[in-house]
């Protein structure tokens, strides 16, 4: 049987080793697995000596970006009230706490990033008679978007 390192963690705290071996029928075989390193795994899960406590104090225990679970629709509406106060996307995100990318998909989907030039064409075309799917195709915004500005367009002139 013979065995091979074939990685170790840049700490050294656990190797990959693989195994080849003869089986009973005479074929050959390899087994690969992972094992702790017993003399240089300094947090002791894997040797006899006692790992070291570890101590985190609590004003450094701060919340990773991601960690928040599903946007909900309350995080979105303060979203959009930051937005509208004049904070870029940046800051939103790095307030709340989430990728840019996701903020700005759902400010967009909100119809806020609209600018006034595509506010204009949507509830034009709106005027027409266009429906929310033919809007969204023509500008290139998800129909949520079209919808809500055309909502807005319908609070404002009194058709709701």
Same mark, same amino acid.
């Given at each position: 049987?013979?065995?091979?390192? +074939?990685?170790?963690?840049?700490k050294? &705290?656990?190797?990959?080793?693989?195994?080849?071996?003869?089986?009973?029928?005479?074929?050959?075989?390899?087994?690969?697995?992972?094992?702790?390193?017993?003399?240089?795994?300094?947090?002791?899960?894997?040797?006899?000596?006692?790992?070291?406590? +570890?101590?985190?104090?609590?004003?450094l225990?701060?919340?990773?970006?991601?960690?928040?679970?599903?946007?909900t629709?309350?995080d979105?509406?303060?979203?959009?009230?930051?937005?509208?106060?004049?904070?870029?996307?940046?800051d939103i995100s790095?307030?709340?706490? &989430?990728?840019?990318?996701?903020?700005?998909?759902?400010?967009?989907?909100?119809?806020?990033?609209?600018?006034?030039?595509?506010?204009?064409? +949507?509830?034009?075309?709106?005027?027409?008679?266009?429906?929310?799917?033919?809007?969204?195709?023509? +500008?290139?915004?998800p129909?949520?978007?079209?919808?809500?500005?055309?909502?807005?367009?319908?609070?404002?002139?009194?058709?709701?």
């Amino acid at each position: 049987m013979n065995e091979r390192v +074939i990685w170790t963690h840049p700490k050294g &705290r656990f190797e990959v080793v693989e195994r080849t071996y003869r089986a009973l029928d005479g074929r050959l075989g390899r087994v690969r697995e992972c094992r702790f390193t017993l003399r240089r795994d300094v947090r002791g899960l894997a040797c006899d000596v006692a790992a070291q406590p +570890i101590s985190v104090e609590p004003a450094l225990c701060v919340p990773q970006k991601g960690v928040h679970g599903p946007v909900t629709a309350a995080d979105v509406d303060t979203w959009c009230k930051w937005y509208r106060q004049g904070k870029s996307v940046a800051d939103i995100s790095e307030m709340a706490g &989430r990728n840019e990318k996701t903020v700005t998909a759902k400010l967009k989907k909100r119809g806020v990033l609209l600018t006034d030039e595509e506010q204009r064409k +949507i509830r034009s075309l709106a005027a027409q008679g266009w429906t929310a799917a033919k809007i969204s195709k023509e +500008i290139g915004y998800p129909r949520a978007a079209v919808r809500c500005c055309v909502r807005e367009m319908e609070v404002q002139h009194g058709e709701v």
